[in-house]
């Protein structure tokens, strides 16, 4: 859906597609290998305990500590929406993607600590960037409502 109303902008389809690339790109080492780890884990639970918590691990270093992976899809959208003349989104919500974006690279410390701030439940790794992506989901979901709601009737999208 953020693909289709970006390529309303003025520089439609380049910064559309390559959102939708780079989100395509970070899904793999961000969500699918996190998924696949943890419900292997969890199909089995009979495993020896050290083998779970290595599933368990991976899984977690590896969903936390890949976010950075999102990080080429929000600037695409960020430039589009700062470069577009045609005002389908605000400008204030490409600062909250900056904001997004800025917070992503604090989760790759999550491969070196092992406890602390740092770690991949700690306080800045986890739960800082979770607070920010929270917020940036719920903007997101806000300004499509919006956008949507502002087109007029009848509207075709653009191919």
């Given at each position: 859906?953020?693909?289709?109303?970006?390529?309303?902008?003025?520089?439609?389809?380049?910064?559309?597609?390559?959102?939708?690339?780079?989100?395509?790109?970070?899904?793999?080492?961000?969500?699918?290998?996190?998924?696949?780890?943890?419900?292997?884990?969890?199909?089995?639970?009979?495993?020896?305990?050290?083998?779970?918590?290595?599933?368990?691990?991976?899984?977690?270093?590896?969903?936390?500590?890949?976010?950075?992976?999102?990080?080429?899809?929000?600037?695409?959208?960020?430039?589009?929406?700062?470069?577009d003349?045609?005002?389908?989104?605000?400008?204030?919500?490409?600062?909250?993607?900056?904001?997004?974006?800025?917070?992503?690279?604090?989760?790759?410390?999550?491969?070196?600590?092992?406890?602390g701030?740092?770690?991949?439940?700690?306080?800045?790794?986890?739960?800082v960037?979770?607070?920010?992506?929270?917020?940036?989901?719920?903007?997101?979901?806000?300004?499509?409502?919006?956008?949507?709601?502002?087109?007029?009737?009848?509207?075709?999208?653009?191919?």
């Open positions: 859906l953020m693909t289709v109303h970006l390529k309303r902008t003025t520089h439609g389809k380049t910064f559309a597609y390559a959102f939708l690339f780079a989100q395509t790109v970070g899904v793999t080492p961000g969500l699918l290998l996190p998924g696949v780890a943890m419900l292997a884990g969890a199909l089995r639970p009979e495993r020896s305990p050290e083998l779970l918590v290595t599933l368990y691990d991976m899984t977690f270093l590896t969903f936390v500590g890949s976010l950075g992976c999102f990080v080429t899809a929000y600037i695409p959208l960020i430039a589009a929406i700062l470069l003349k045609n005002k389908i989104f605000p400008r204030w919500f490409a600062y909250v993607s900056i904001w997004n974006l800025v917070t992503e690279f604090v989760a790759v410390p999550v491969f070196f600590f092992r406890d701030a740092f770690a991949w439940d700690g306080a800045i790794s986890f739960w960037d979770t607070a920010v992506f929270v917020v940036w989901q719920n903007a997101i979901l806000i300004q499509l409502f919006r956008t949507i709601n502002r087109q007029p009737p009848g509207m075709a999208y653009p191919d």
